[in-house]
């Protein structure tokens, strides 16, 4: 079983930035996708951006520009920088990871973002 540790959540104003980390229990050479996704109240969950073992990424849409995912293999952490935020962007944040028939979640990271 996979774990993962969020951090770097909180409060800022539009227009700024966070980064988020995702720290994993298990060696990213043996997870070959991770990916962020987020909830809104009252929202379902959707996909903010992924990236391959390989580095391939894709973004959703509404970020695409102003969010950069990216993978550290040899420190089996993930992170999500976030520029330009919106009020939109506000919601739990969650990591996650990716095999074949698996898939495991961290418990999210709040990220606020006041108008």
């Known amino acids: 079983q996979v774990q993962l540790v969020e951090s770097g959540g909180g409060l800022v104003q539009s227009g700024g930035s966070l980064r988020l980390s995702c720290a994993a229990s298990?060696?990213?050479?043996?997870?070959?996708?991770m990916g962020w996704y987020r909830q809104a109240p009252g929202k379902e969950r959707e996909l903010v951006a992924r990236?391959?073992?390989?580095?391939?990424?894709n973004y959703a849409l509404s970020v695409k520009g102003r969010f950069t995912i990216s993978r550290d293999n040899a420190k089996d952490t993930v992170t999500l920088q976030m520029n330009s935020l919106k009020p939109e962007d506000t919601a739990v944040y969650f990591c996650?990871?990716?095999?074949?028939?698996?898939?495991?979640w961290g418990q999210g990271t709040q990220v606020t973002v006041s108008s």
């Open positions: 298990e060696d990213l050479f043996s997870i070959p996708v």
């Open positions: 990236i391959t073992i390989g580095g391939s990424t």
């Open positions: 996650n990871a990716q095999g074949g028939r698996w898939e495991y």
